[in-house]
């Protein structure tokens, strides 16, 4: 994997778990979700103008993406207020690069080296083991993860191939435009505009624009790098909010996270060396 795309990946670890951080800890994440979304499109206007790139092989997969990032963004602020980010998080993220990985293999013959295979393995392990598979939410906490990890999976592997005829911010602005208009009509809907209007604030403006630079920063990544290896590197995000909890929240992180964390931490290691 190269050095620029293992940066870019690890950078959108980051800003994940930060941006997932500040919606689920929201009074009502499912209003603070349609504004983090309207500030992240109207931010990254500018950026888009400035760097447009645009094929018309593009449109299929925008199309595409924008359905899956809709059903995402839908079923995250839905989990976020039934079950625990603790829980919803690093399933639903250690999901998504097993999927891509055997859905590379299998379906779309891609290359994949034994590096990548041990590497994606040990992150995904490191994964399980930071937090465990007990759905303090029960089985709907379960199902939940598992959807949002299936649309992880799949917008990924869709994205590799869409984004060979986009720059990755012109990609990903007219992705995000369709799916707020939708999420937008869905939310007021069902929340009310009160609801929206009281989570208008500083921590959700800054959750939608950290939650664009996140994947503008993946797909540039993905422009870059086999797409099971940006996957699992960018699921180390989930190591990144557990140092969150235990720094800002004062949660408590015991042996068994901090092997995990060294688990994700050899498998990076593996990913950077075997590609």
């Not at 800890?25 to 979304?37: K, M, N």
């Not at 595409?64 to 976020?80: D, E, G, H, R």
């Not at 998080?89 to 999901?95: Q, T």
């Amino acid at each position: 994997m190269p050095a620029l795309a293992l940066s870019l990946a690890l950078a959108a670890a980051f800003l994940h778990a930060f941006w997932n951080l500040l919606i689920a800890r929201a009074r009502d994440p499912q209003s603070a979700t349609l504004v983090a979304l309207v500030a992240a499109v109207l931010a990254f206007a500018p950026a888009t103008a400035l760097t447009w790139r645009l094929d018309a092989r593009a449109w299929p997969y925008i199309a595409v993406t924008s359905l899956l990032q809709l059903v995402y963004f839908a079923l995250l602020a839905t989990a976020y207020r039934r079950a625990e980010l603790s829980f919803v998080y690093p399933v639903s993220r250690g999901l998504a690069p097993v999927l891509v990985l055997l859905v590379g293999v299998v379906a779309l013959r891609e290359v994949t080296t034994a590096g990548q295979v041990a590497g994606v393995a040990l992150v995904v392990t490191g994964i399980v083991m930071v937090r465990g598979l007990r759905p303090p939410g029960g089985p709907e906490a379960l199902l939940f993860a598992l959807a949002i990890g299936i649309c992880i999976a799949s917008y990924t592997l869709l994205d590799k191939r869409g984004i060979r005829y986009a720059s990755p911010i012109t990609y990903l602005e007219l992705s995000m435009i369709p799916a707020t208009l939708g999420y937008g009509a869905a939310v007021l809907a069902a929340r009310g505009r009160s609801r929206v209007r009281a989570e208008i604030g500083a921590s959700a403006i800054l959750a939608g624009i950290a939650s664009f630079g996140a994947y503008a920063l993946v797909l540039g990544a993905l422009a870059r790098a086999p797409a099971a290896p940006v996957a699992a590197v960018r699921e180390t995000s989930v190591v990144i909010a557990t140092a969150f909890a235990a720094s800002v929240l004062h949660e408590r992180v015991g042996g068994l996270r901090l092997a995990g964390s060294a688990l994700v931490a050899a498998g990076i290691a593996l990913l950077a060396l075997g590609s």
